[in-house]
């Protein structure tokens, strides 16, 4: 990796390059070292994340591959091939800066134009080979630029044979972790997850949610109505009620709680891989998990801004689209055959529920 | 399918809803029967292409859903499906319209903004199954919006295992279709396609192209250069060295050259499957055709036009998404074995060449 990034230079003064209507109070800047702290955190956390997942696996191991990005950074991809449990799994780290933020990001963050960036973060998704076990992803990731700096990311369940404590352990973990942190948390990015891994052109969710944010900073305004990926704008309208500011926050906060959602990871995931490694299948739940894989490609390609901010920075492309399942199927006007398994995922499971309270 | 639409209005005379820049002469309109001769020729053709392709696959047989859209419009989508030859295969005829273009069109349009539209188009793609046959993909379409009108499409040729015979046959039939219209347009919808058809987060051709042309109206100007979707800036910037604008054409000319790029199609195609359709192929030769489908993935999903628009317009999913192939594979990191025939197709086959006057 070619030599650390110096820390974008905040060039103009506050009350010029925050727009009237910006919350960004530039006066709480991060610590000298943020990008230090923020990228070893980063790089840590796969460490961990890696060796959980080898030991739920049990066979397979985690190979990487070191890259460096010409415009400046690097990262460490790595991905489990093969495995016991994973047919596929990657394990993303990267540290990116350059002149400017791609357009896509400047239209949400107007005030970080004319300024260098950095960015860093710790990306994963997982396509278990039992379609009894859920498809997983996470991404977290930190930036800066000029005066603005921000945490975004989250973690999704995307299951083909959901089992239904399965998925209330996976939300309750993740409200506990976002619990300790600030009370409106968890019912916020939950809901914000719900309107993100949203596919607008098939009217379902990728899967079960689970929590996203973006735009975190020390400013109280959780969700940024203006959030350009918005892809359900029915959604978008419910936050304007349901979400109100929450006290001002410190970069340490925004940071600690970033952390906390990543060490939920592990204990939210690897119970339900212990519990479902073992249940039977055959061609038919095969099929209709390679047929469903089909909408994660459709949701990384069409909507994902991890992917669309990868490749619109030249990212490393291979590990951008490490993602990507290794085997899907599409089917032309594919219908599930009513009152079965494959109709239940449709008519419960994708479409945003209340986990946490599920009484079935 | 609901009632035909109503002709959109030219509500302003040509001086005032045409810019100074506009190369669109708005006297010269289209027949009065023009949205119902293209339409006609639409279907038409789509018989004869699921026809022809009956003819060249011996077993398979197109299923036809005809389907409406809510706004305005339907069509009737054919696919085949696990055929002799044919693993896959889409044939979609489409009649659409609405009070206003989406935003991607109007930006190359703007005299289009605040009419209401219309736009009719034929699409077609097809998945062998044997890897000795190339992938074929092809889409000729018209709009109609308030004082403007343009002819669109284009046809590119996707091979595995290319046969350089077989490339140069397939851009001949298209050059003599072409050249029956005008000198000009097939060096420039070659060069278009090119650049078209680029995966620029791979920087590989999505194939060996073929031609593609959008915004053919009655103007001269055959690339316009502000064209959005262009990928390849460098591509792009060789046009206005060597595409010079062509005498000004009629409506009548532009409808004609389409229809014989259409018609080239079937002659440029089926004596490629008759010739390799019988070619063995074993693990190796399949996992890599999968493997290659995701190109076809990424470019349809990340840059595909007609893809975003349908999505845009609210368009059938199922039609749109029937381009997507049945079986797919992606492998991170995958590089060709040097000096294997994989190899040689990305060294000579995803590249631009000039096919027509190919010496090896």
């Not at 230079?9 to 530039?26: F, I, L, M």
């Not at 997942?53 to 790595?78: H, M, N, T």
Request: aromatic share 14%; glycine share 8%.
């Amino acid at each position: 990796m070619t030599a650390f990034s110096p820390r974008p230079v905040v060039s103009k003064p506050a009350s010029k390059s925050a727009s009237p209507e910006s919350n960004v109070t530039v006066g709480n800047l991060p610590p000298a070292d943020s990008q230090k702290r923020v990228s070893e955190w980063m790089k840590s956390f796969q460490d961990r994340v890696c060796q959980g997942l080898e030991e739920a696996d049990g066979v397979g191991k985690f190979q990487q591959d070191a890259w460096e990005r010409p415009e400046g950074g690097g990262g460490r991809s790595r991905v489990m091939r093969d495995g016991n449990v994973f047919e596929q799994g990657g394990v993303n780290f990267s540290e990116v800066w350059g002149d400017q933020l791609p357009p896509s990001i400047l239209a949400q963050r107007p005030e970080a134009a004319g300024h260098s960036f950095y960015a860093t973060g710790t990306s994963m998704v997982l396509h278990p080979k039992n379609p009894h076990i859920p498809t997983v992803h996470l991404n977290y990731r930190y930036f800066e630029a000029g005066p603005v700096w921000w945490f975004g990311g989250g973690i999704d369940l995307t299951p083909f044979y959901p089992v239904e404590e399965d998925v209330v352990h996976f939300h309750k973990t993740l409200k506990e972790a976002c619990d300790r942190h600030n009370p409106e948390y968890y019912n916020t990015f939950k809901l914000w997850c719900d309107e993100y891994f949203y596919l607008k052109h098939r009217d379902e969710t990728r899967g079960v949610g689970g929590i996203f944010f973006d735009y975190q900073d020390n400013s109280g305004t959780l969700y940024p109505l203006s959030y350009p990926g918005s892809q359900a704008d029915t959604v978008a309208a419910d936050y304007a009620e349901k979400v109100g500011p929450v006290a001002d926050r410190s970069w340490e906060d925004v940071f600690s709680f970033s952390q906390s959602c990543g060490l939920a990871f592990l204990p939210s995931y690897t119970p339900i891989v212990q519990k479902r490694k073992n249940t039977k299948y055959g061609d038919r739940e095969r099929n209709f998990q390679l047929y469903r894989r089909g909408r994660y490609v459709e949701f990384n390609l069409v909507y994902d801004r991890g992917t669309i901010f990868g490749l619109q920075t030249n990212g490393r492309t291979e590990s951008i689209l490490m993602s990507l399942p290794p085997l899907v199927r599409w089917e032309y006007n594919y219908q599930p055959e009513p009152g079965s398994p494959e109709a239940r995922l449709y008519e419960i499971f994708l479409k945003p529920q209340d986990w946490v309270n599920w009484k079935g």
